[in-house]
């Protein structure tokens, strides 16, 4: 028994250690500078201690609540960088916690401040429709057919029930950064919602908002998670950089709580699916290659891809319509045919660009900021193609052959059966 119990105490001493080592490794890696992995490290180290505390008495316990409280107070300096809003939440939790016997009511347990937290943040998912619907994504012909195919299904529940046809609709978007995934979401969204049949709720959060709280609390926020998703259907649950709540437990080196949420998100999972109910689960990433194979499974994949002629013309369309009249010989399509593999926010990039350079020359040829209105709304200055050209000749879109060479790798092994594991992560 003595010996079962030194080996307990002794796994949790060497999980303390490697957890400190990834924070400190994590600070060197990121130049000395605070990040939510940092603090994720160190919040399962601070609760280690706290485990190892609870196990001894005396002079070891005095010690362990000591490297606990080093521990915090690392979480709370590395929180005061990067997000001072949830250092105060973190600085009162741990006051709070020592004043828990006050009040008339009694002494508030940890499970009351739990359940407090986690209602709290449930009534934040909730969200209006978004103000953009399908009428106002510009191309993505075929994918905006499919999802409008669901907004009228869902109408069907008698004919869905009658087939058997599971209530749970189950799409995974995968696409490079800004090629539109969360925009064509929002207006599913906005159509479902707005349906006067039916009382869609909209449930959307991100990704690293869960794993970016302390260790151990993400679990009961993916759990809640379900549980809300079950307790309001009919409803859409939206989930951006699904890959850090979902993460492919394949992974070498793969931290253990990191694989403890995956679990608890596959188990959340099964729980609305067989539950019944009309719930349409979307998940969005730029890296399907970290997310685990069994959610994968579970989902049809929908590959997002960067905005297509159409798309970009409209894109400019709506930088530039209401703002400067073009000069002859410069339209939209022409921007278009210059964009090719631009994303959204290149296009958002070298439109700030431009209207700069429009701001000088304006206030160049008016006399006041009222004059220079008149005169873009008049048409009286127009945007040049020869200064369209020149921005273009001197932008650098961002580079996407890495991150669109891994999704390609990954479609192909998804395609074979096989799972494309990054070991680098």
């Known amino acids: 028994m003595e010996r079962n119990y030194i080996l307990a105490v002794q796994k949790r001493e060497n999980l303390y250690r490697a957890y400190i080592n990834k924070a400190q490794m994590t600070l060197q890696e990121n130049g000395g500078k605070h990040t939510a992995e940092e603090c994720q490290y160190l919040q399962r180290a601070a609760e280690l201690q706290s485990e190892m505390a609870d196990m001894t008495i005396g002079e070891d316990r005095k010690h362990h609540l000591r490297e606990k409280e080093v521990t915090s107070a690392k979480i709370l300096t590395a929180l005061r960088e990067i997000d001072p809003a949830k250092a105060l939440e973190y600085e009162k939790g741990k006051t709070g916690a020592a004043k828990s016997g006050d009040g008339a009511g009694g002494p508030k347990t940890a499970v009351d401040s739990d359940k407090e937290k986690l209602d709290a943040m449930a009534k934040g998912w909730y969200k209006e429709a978004p103000n953009h619907s399908f009428k106002d994504v510009s191309g993505m012909a075929e994918l905006k057919s499919k999802l409008a195919d669901c907004v009228t299904n869902s109408n069907c529940e008698k004919l869905l029930d009658?087939?058997?046809?599971?209530?749970?609709?189950?799409?995974f978007f995968v696409g490079p950064p800004g090629c539109g995934k969360t925009y064509i979401i929002e207006a599913f969204a906005n159509e479902l919602v707005n349906m006067k049949e039916k009382d869609y709720k909209f449930l959307s959060l991100v990704g690293s908002d869960i794993i970016s709280r302390y260790v151990g609390d993400a679990e009961k926020i993916v759990t809640r998670l379900f549980e809300e998703a079950e307790n309001c259907a009919p409803c859409?649950?939206?989930i951006d950089e699904i890959d850090g709540v979902c993460?492919?437990?394949s992974q070498k080196s793969m931290p253990e709580y990191a694989a403890s949420i995956t679990t608890s998100f596959l188990t959340g999972y099964n729980r609305i699916k067989n539950s019944g109910k009309a719930i349409i689960f979307i998940g969005a990433t730029n890296y399907p290659q970290r997310v685990d194979s069994a959610m994968l499974d579970r989902a049809e994949v929908i590959r997002v891809p960067l905005p297509d002629t159409e798309a970009r013309a409209n894109a400019f369309r709506m930088q530039f319509d209401s703002v400067v009249t073009l000069e002859e010989g410069l339209d939209y399509d022409y921007m278009a045919s210059l964009t090719k593999d631009y994303n959204y926010r290149?296009?958002?990039?070298?439109?700030?660009?431009?209207k700069k350079d429009i701001f000088t020359q304006v206030m160049e040829a008016a006399t006041t900021q009222e004059d220079a209105i008149v005169l873009l709304q008049s048409g009286g200055f127009k945007l040049k193609k020869a200064d369209f050209d020149k921005a273009m000749a001197e932008f650098k879109p961002s580079s996407k052959k890495d991150i669109m060479d891994a999704i390609d790798k990954w479609e192909r092994n998804l395609s074979n059966d096989s799972y494309l594991i990054d070991d680098d992560e």
Do not use: A, G, H, M
């Not at 290149?346 to 431009?354: A, C, E, G, K």
């Open 162 to 171: 009658f087939l058997k046809i599971p209530r749970l609709n189950t799409y």
């Open 236 to 238: 859409i649950v939206f």
């Open 247 to 249: 993460r492919n437990r």
């Open 346 to 354: 290149d296009i958002d990039r070298v439109t700030s660009i431009i």
